[in-house]
């Protein structure tokens, strides 16, 4: 007769305090740098099991700047190695957490690696450990402003030179503020000293120092969204009116709702389910209206033409780092190379979309060249009955500028110049056309 040995009945031993929350940004990590997740994307099933809020936010904190300061703990980890270990190895990744809780965040160093160690076993948690204490014991620091991935930083300095590169490891040190785009201009100046805000120009708001979004005021009366100042430009560009506009990939909604508090009848079509749910909500938040359509903008077309078409075409958003430093690290040239040919299509469809003496606004929250500055070339090129029409000086705040074709290209110098407080603002593409037969 066989005999089976006892079956265990010990459950499996618990994480210690502040572990699952260093597991889970371990597992954010591991999608964004090895599977291309984007960072808010890989948050919610990486944080499934951490029923805090409190801890989440941690989780996403931890992530974040892991990924702001990524290429700088890289150097100091291989500066302690005879080895590089390789870039997604579960050690490496270790190494990053703790690292960048004890030079960062402020986390005291017993406590950024007693929570990481049980993330690796065997060898490499040795590893781990004696990395670690040979970094801190070094007393190493990590620079005042970010480095940039190299593959980023070269490609950027061939785009637009060495001073944008720097300007850009800056940005990435600093905190973005938090601008708010008004539903009626004519508050800017009683909601601004309410806030405590600057206005860089009517219907914009600029925050530094905030409660948490939906606990402040105005929020629940609709009288506000947040949106990034670069933004708010393109439907800015086209301005107010009364006729129909076309809000093509619209979704999560900001330029629909700048469209339909500017007058328009706004149709906004997006092919993601999701996001057009955000849009619905803060419809109804701001008791503004507009006709949403789930389609694929590639296969769906309006019944007529449209007085003016606002394309804000998906891109590489490799413009809105500073928010989202994950695109530093998952966006590849061949995916902006994708991404272009994407765009191209979209842009000749929504050009048929415009009446005769219409407007069409493109716009990308890219620094890609390829995604903003050749794609319009490309498009004029095989469009003769299309112009550009020039952004005016008092179209934008004090301090940016258009080129001087016509077009505006924010870069992460602008509004951010050494000695100005202004801010920043995210990396955008944005031209104004007018379709003149």
């Known amino acids: 007769m066989q005999v089976r040995p006892p079956q265990s009945t010990a459950k499996p031993p618990e994480d210690a305090p502040g572990v699952p929350v260093r597991r889970a940004a371990l597992r954010v990590l591991d999608a964004v740098i090895r599977r291309g997740t984007p960072l808010e994307q890989a948050l919610g099933p990486a944080s499934r099991d951490i029923s805090r809020a409190d801890d989440r936010a941690l989780v996403h904190v931890i992530a974040a700047e892991t990924l702001r300061r990524m290429a700088d703990l890289d150097a100091l980890i291989d500066s302690a190695t005879q080895r590089p270990l390789p870039d997604d190895a579960k050690a490496r990744m270790a190494l990053r957490i703790a690292l960048v809780q004890a030079l960062a965040l402020g986390t005291p160093a017993h406590a950024a690696i007693s929570t990481v160690l049980p993330l690796v076993d065997g060898g490499p948690r040795k ?90 005021e105005g929020f629940g009366e609709g009288s506000w969204w947040v949106q990034d100042l670069a933004a708010s430009l393109p439907a800015r560009l086209i301005g107010r009116g009364e006729g129909h506009v076309l809000d093509i990939c619209a979704a999560p909604g900001g330029k629909t709702l700048q469209l339909a508090a500017g007058g328009w009848k706004v149709t906004a079509v997006d092919n993601n389910e999701s996001r057009l749910a955000r849009l619905r909500d803060n419809l109804e938040r701001t008791h503004l209206q507009a006709n949403i359509v789930t389609a694929d903008a590639l296969k769906w077309a309006p019944p007529a033409p449209a007085d003016a078409v606002l394309l804000d075409a998906p891109c590489s958003a490799t413009g809105i780092f500073r928010r989202h430093p994950d695109v530093l690290h998952r966006v590849l040239p061949s995916h902006i190379a994708e991404m272009a040919a994407l765009q191209t299509q979209l842009l000749a469809r929504a050009a048929d979309w415009v009446r005769p003496g219409g407007v069409l606004v493109y716009a990308v929250c890219s620094l890609e060249p390829a995604e903003g500055e050749a794609q319009l070339e490309a498009f004029l090129a095989s469009r003769a009955d299309f112009a550009i029409d020039r952004v005016l000086p008092d179209e934008l705040p004090v301090g940016m500028t258009a080129h001087p074709r016509g077009w505006l290209r924010t870069l992460p110098g602008t509004l951010s110049d050494p000695g100005s407080d202004l801010g920043g603002c995210d990396g955008f593409f944005i031209v104004r056309m007018m379709r003149t037969a």
């Open 127 to 216: 590893l781990v450990h004696g990395v670690f204490g040979t970094l801190v014991r070094g007393n190493v620091t990590l620079p005042e402003h970010p480095s940039l991935p190299m593959p980023v930083a070269l490609r950027w300095q061939a785009a637009w030179g060495d001073a944008m590169v720097t300007a850009a490891e800056r940005a990435l040190a600093v905190p973005p503020a938090l601008d708010l785009t008004l539903a009626d201009a004519a508050q800017t100046d009683d909601l601004a000293a309410r806030l405590n805000g600057v206005s860089l120009m009517p219907g914009h708001l600029r925050l530094a120092d905030h409660a948490a979004i939906p606990a402040m």
